[in-house]
């Protein structure tokens, strides 16, 4: 079989306004950059549209090393749904340079089912996680300016910032770092670091802000740390916001590119979902229901992170009305959460998979709290044997949901054609369906128990004094309104990344909770996140290559 990047570069790519034209774009309201991409102007978001068109949401089973294909499923659902005579449109995130160089290579989708021009979707694209990057740092720079004002200083304790700068890169030497060294002209030494722009919170605000407007104001939300006199500082007491809402005004817009067959594909902002909301912007995803009649998207990770935050964070500030719900799964994840060894997941073994169907139970269950009954879409891998597959879909058959094998890596569009049928009979089953998981208005901690408990299996929350101490400091702000957007690993449905299948009995642990005022919801740490991830032994970036013609390989 071909790789990926060779199937793309094969791909007859048709140009953007091509594209524009099957959602109603004309070409001379197109933002173009170059033949193949193009940013669509935010006066298309159309209310009226918005209430008429369907929303999709894929999401998945817990993460395993096997990989589910969840870009994948939403790329060639999409093309189903075109090829069954419906518009479809798909809506995702940007990829980072990080996962891209480092160990899990592109998010572009896979085989047939992938968007393009892929090498630019994966590299710098139209320069928005630049533009995030610029904007974060600069906040970042005049941080540091005023520390060492005589005049206008602002009095803030360089021991309460926790604003690290980002770039988007792999770059485990820089997590932990001192600046300001070299006597008092270069500023004042202190602790700080970097993390990955994606783990930016000018990233998750970008993707969470309505307008332009609403961006400048969010930023300037942005908590910075406290005074010595223990006064809250944000971005708009260093007048900063309005000069990073300029350097985001191209990249507030949505990108639009295409699939291999030619399905419009919206993509724009990424945000990670084991730390922040783990999906495109509210923008995006309105335009795309502002242009198409069903738009399919996705989020971050499995339906305890990325979906939860997609229906609690998103959904309800965004006003978005979800009308079906899919759960990726695979049979060699199920076999490695009933566990089986990474190394033996070719080999046919059903009591392995009978032992991981309790994983996906959970995520089931999961939806079913938000008002949905998912549809299941058993991502095929040529490993698969019948007698697996046959378990598989009974299993889903005695829980109640509809099961559908998908075939789109290997045949595109028409392997996902069973799998788009039933998802139009889910959505003519949901015209309304979601139910909010927790009340804005309730205290942190019910919040956290409720996603805990309900979301993860836990059985307890517990809290250690600095972070009790954190969000008693946040309610005082009169902020106890916001959203909670809890950061832990996306390796198990609990808080160590150890204990596949589906944990029972545990205790949830929150050290810390940092305070995204910006992007609206504050951030309880479970277990140890990673904000800057480090390249693996091998990484991705030595099998990237270009040639004298500008032809690059080694994209996957």
Known sequence: MKHDIEIAQEAKIRPVVRIAEKLGIPADELETYGKYKAKIPLHFIDKEKIKQAKLILVTAITPTPAGEGKTTTSIGLAQALNHIGKRATVVLREPSLGPVFG??????????????????????????????????????????????????????????????????MNERSLRDIVIGLGGKTEGIPRQSGFEITAASEVMATLCMAKDLSD?????????????????????????????????????????LVQTLEGTPAIIHGGPFANIAQGTNSIIATKTGLSLSDIVVTEAGFASELGAEKFFDIKSQFGNLNTHAVIIVATIRALKYHGGAKLSALQNEDLSALQNGFD?????????????FNPVISINRFDSDSDQELDSLVKHCESQKVEVAINESWAKGGKGAVELAEKVIEAIKDCPDCFIPLYDLSWSFEKKIETI???????????????????????????????????????????????????????????REIELSSGAGFIVPIAGTIMRMPGLPNIPSAEKIDIDASGKISGLF
């Open 452 to 510: 805990a408990k309900k979301m993860y299996g836990a059985h307890h929350v517990e809290y250690t004094v600095k972070a009790k101490s954190q969000m008693d400091k946040i309610e005082k702000l009169g902020l106890g309104n916001l959203a909670v957007c809890i950061a832990k690993t996306q390796k198990s449905l609990s808080d160590d990344p150890n204990r596949r299948g589906c944990p029972k009995g545990f205790t949830i642990k929150i």
């Open 215 to 255: 961006l400048k104001e969010r930023l300037g939300n942005i908590f910075i740390g406290y005074t010595y006199t223990d006064k809250p500082v944000f971005a708009r007491d260093l007048r900063a916001n309005g000069a990073m809402a300029a350097l985001l005004k191209e990249a507030i817009k949505p990108n």
């Open 359 to 371: 994983n996906l139970d959970k995520h089931i269950e999961n939806m079913r709290y938000f008002g």
């Open 103 to 168: 160990i899990k290579g592109g998010a572009a989708g896979g085989g047939y089912s992938q968007v393009i021009p892929m090498e630019d979707i994966n590299l710098h694209f139209t320069g928005d996680l630049s533009a995030v990057e610029k904007a974060h740092n600069l906040l970042a720079a005049l941080i540091d300016n005023n520390i060492q004002l005589k005049e206008g200083n602002l009095g803030i304790d360089p021991r309460t910032i926790a604003w690290k700068r980002v770039m988007d």
